[in-house]
């Protein structure tokens, strides 16, 4: 089994910054991938990004050049910097983790709120 907690959400003006983090426990050995969805009120939860164990990053065609997806020195640790942030962002995101038996797992989200 793997826990994840994310943190680092909140209200920002447009144009501006967050940084999400999110922190697995368990099972940490067995995680493949981990990464970002966001649900946004009505509308489908959809990937953000993911990385793979062996450093390979996929983005939504929406967030590139302005979102970066890292994993800590210790790979249990995943980070989702957010830059040039639109209104549109606004959703709440969630942190997942897939383990090699193909099992995922989603933390709690963090609800992201960008102004215009």
């Known amino acids: 089994q793997v826990q994840l907690v994310e943190s680092g959400g909140g209200l920002v003006q447009a144009g501006g910054s967050l940084r999400l983090s999110c922190a697995a426990s368990g099972i940490i050995i067995s995680i493949n991938a981990m990464g970002w969805y966001r649900q946004a009120a009505g509308k489908e939860r959809e990937l953000v990004a993911s990385t793979t164990r062996g450093g390979n990053t996929n983005y939504a065609d929406s967030v590139k050049g302005r979102f970066t997806i890292s994993r800590g020195d210790a790979k249990n640790t995943v980070y989702l910097q957010m830059n040039s942030l639109k209104s549109e962002d606004t959703a709440v995101y969630y942190c997942?983790?897939?383990?090699?038996?193909?099992?995922?797992?989603w933390g709690q989200g963090t609800q992201v709120t960008v102004s215009s």
């Open positions: 997942y983790a897939r383990d090699s038996w193909g099992r995922d797992y």
